[in-house]
């Protein structure tokens, strides 16, 4: 086996956390059961990934074997990348899409050689009907970088593929390119949306966020009714009932009652005129536009967001460039005057 | 002054007497008919109203009576009204019922504030497959205003066509196309789950069910060379392939009874769901198994 393979293969059960290392390597299948077991999982980590590397060795294992268990251990831990997501469109008018899994991915890798001959393509399955794609790229001169790959999910005959982030913007056009042609589309865009959560972005672009529909066989309530305590002592009076129930109605009918896709931030360049109600300030009458970027972080935003109103810090209804977030598939917003 | 002494001895004391007196009558003649008339006409006040008062005074007696003698039969008239309460609760249950059972018609749908929220349910050879649904809402124009419809259906492309103009088609068209895209995901579902011994590989799948690659062989024992089979559906409105290519590796591959074979694979597969392909695929192996031993 190739030193750098067997490092990139300790590099990689280095980063996998005890808890989780007999799934993975279960779920990599490339050691088998019996061997597995003939290893002690109570050693410290280092003689353990020692000894799983023995056991690579021996069995022979490949670049490709290493590159499917960087691709598990990535499924596995999704949120430490950042992900993108590109929107790809075809002609109108066009065939019925025929998506041969095999022919895309053949497809795919012969136009990244075609190319660049200094790449690694790795494929994996997901679902019943999506595939992981590790890329680690390479140069004309330079072997390809495995600790820096950039890995795409792409679900078939769907329009949309994620893409996690990527330092080396240079190799982009050459991505997307593959990504059109290999799955039968003409054009493909960068959508303003990005997220660590893959299945949020998901949920978003393929429009699955709000899933409550009203049947005659739920006996779902309509509406979520106010909490406030009916059964509180008679003489505690609520102040500003009406407008409190107003302000849940509004929430509600803004936001649903639906969890919310997971973002972690939105983020509005502005380049339009400053506006003030008062004359001579410093900003005012200035022919330039004013340019700031505004971003607003949380672990889970549109749940925050959500909860502005109903805490009293906003007025409901909420401005429509926070409301519009799920709906326009975008968290990335210019603003400029019209 | 002769005629007073001529008419009485009284003289003219008398006299005046008799005119007073003539006087007195005169004016009680007078008086005493406003008198009598007024006393008569109270008279006649009273007794109107005391036999007013008679009257009333039956009729209170009469509800009276009426009300002791229905409330004798209170109890049969209160279980009457139970009795209507359950036949209305029972009406109740069954209109709920009915509604709940519309969706087995494949489309149903629910009124809601903004509209409506229509309920397609898939099925496939009489089996109830997944639901999926759409909410509109009813302004000008039509809208959708979220759906359950995998990304994958044509759904933009539909609604673009017929939903502001013929909103039944839009229904109709949408129905097609999930029954179709239901049916074919329960064949290849089925195959890989039912019919796993006869597949000499995975089954290569996609999102749409819409082309379907697979190697197979008509015994599980596996004595023969596989078949491998690749099947379109070009039609995404049909749970039949329009495209089937079925092709023999085996070394005997210029033999006519594989090439007989091959044909009648062919069009098993054109014309038949998948499971009942693999179906008579078993029965043709037990028949020959039959054949074998007698």
């Known amino acids: 086996m190739d030193e750098t393979v067997a490092e990139f293969i300790k590099r990689t059960i280095l980063k996998i956390p005890m808890t989780e290392m007999m799934t993975i390597l279960k779920a990599w299948d490339f050691l088998p059961e019996n061997q597995l077991q003939t290893v002690n999982f109570r050693q410290r980590k280092e003689s353990l990934v020692q000894d799983l590397v023995l056991l690579c060795e021996s069995k022979r294992a490949s670049l490709r074997d290493a590159a499917l268990l960087d691709i598990i251990y990535t499924q596995f831990h999704q949120h430490q990348k950042v992900w993108d997501v590109f929107q790809m469109s075809k002609e109108p008018g066009e065939d019925v899409d025929l998506f041969d899994m095999e022919r ?8 990244l050689r075609r190319a660049l001959k200094n790449v690694t393509v790795s494929f994996r399955d997901a679902e019943e009907n999506a595939v992981w794609i590790r890329i680690a790229w390479g140069t004309q001169y330079r072997k390809p970088n495995q600790y820096k790959p950039v890995y795409v999910v792409y679900y078939s005959q769907t329009p949309y593929a994620f893409t996690s982030f990527c330092h080396l913007k240079s190799n982009t056009p050459l991505l997307s390119q593959a990504l059109t042609v290999a799955s039968n589309h003409h054009k493909i865009v960068k959508m303003d949306l990005r997220s660590r959560y893959l299945d949020s972005l998901k949920a978003i672009v393929f429009k699955q966020y709000n899933q409550k529909f009203e049947t005659h066989n739920s006996t779902m309530p309509l509406q979520e009714t106010l909490e406030l305590d009916m059964h509180m002592d008679s003489r505690i009076i609520h102040e500003n009932k009406i407008e409190k129930e107003r302000v849940q109605r509004v929430t509600q009918e803004t936001f649903g009652d639906y969890p919310q896709p997971r973002l972690e931030f939105a983020q509005y360049k502005l380049e339009t005129k400053f506006r003030s109600d008062f004359h001579g300030g410093i900003l005012a009458e200035r022919k330039e536009p004013l340019r700031c970027l505004i971003k607003f972080s949380s672990p889970h935003l549109l749940e925050a967001l959500k909860s502005l109103a109903p805490a009293g ?3 409901a209804p909420l401005s429509p460039l926070l409301t519009c977030i799920p ?12 | 002054m ?4 001529d008419k009485s001895k009284g003289g003219v004391l008398a006299h005046l007497e008799r005119l007073e007196t003539q006087m007195s009558r005169s004016c009680k003649n007078l008086e005493d008919p406003p008198r009598e008339t007024a006393e008569s006409d109270l008279g006649t006040k009273i007794h109107k109203l005391r036999c007013l008062r008679d009257k009333l005074r039956a009729e209170v007696k009469q509800r009276q009576a009426r009300i002791k003698a229905s409330t004798a039969n209170a109890e049969p008239d209160q279980t009457l009204e139970i009795s209507e309460q359950e036949a209305v609760g029972g009406k109740e249950e069954n209109m709920k019922a009915i509604l709940q059972a519309y969706r087995f018609t494949g489309l149903s749908g629910k009124r809601t504030s903004r509209g409506v929220c229509v309920c397609i349910s898939t099925a496939f050879e009489g089996n109830l497959l997944d639901s999926y649904f759409v909410d509109l809402v009813i ?3 039509l809208r959708i205003h979220h759906h359950s419809v995998p990304v994958f259906i044509p759904l933009e492309e539909i609604s673009a066509k017929y939903l502001q ?3 039944q088609h839009f229904l109709f068209c949408l129905c097609e196309y999930l029954n179709a895209y239901a049916g074919r995901k329960y064949q290849a579902d089925q195959l890989q789950r039912d019919f796993a011994a006869f597949l000499a590989g995975p089954l290569q799948r996609n999102s749409l069910c819409n082309l379907l690659s697979f190697t197979y062989k008509v015994e599980p024992q596996g004595r023969s060379f596989p078949f491998c089979a690749r099947l379109l559906y070009k039609d995404l409105t049909t749970t039949l392939p329009t495209d089937v290519t079925i092709t023999y590796q085996g070394t005997d591959a210029s033999s006519t009874s594989w090439e007989e074979q091959r044909a009648s694979h062919e069009n098993l597969f054109f014309t038949k769901p998948l499971y009942q392909v693999f179906t008579s ?9 039959m054949s074998l031993v007698s």
């Not at chain 1, 709906?327 to 019209?338: A, C, E, S, V």
């Open chain 2, 281 to 289: 695929f078993a029965r043709n192996g037990e028949r020959l198994d």
């Open chain 2, 2 to 5: 002769e005629w007073a002494n």
């Open chain 1, 327 to 338: 709906n326009k598939g975008m968290n990335y917003f210019k603003i400029r005057d019209k």
């Open chain 2, 139 to 141: 302004q000008k124009p």
């Open chain 2, 165 to 167: 103009t013929n909103i």
């Open chain 1, 313 to 315: 810090i906003a007025d």
């Open chain 1, 104 to 111: 895309f991915k053949s497809s795919f890798e012969k136009i």
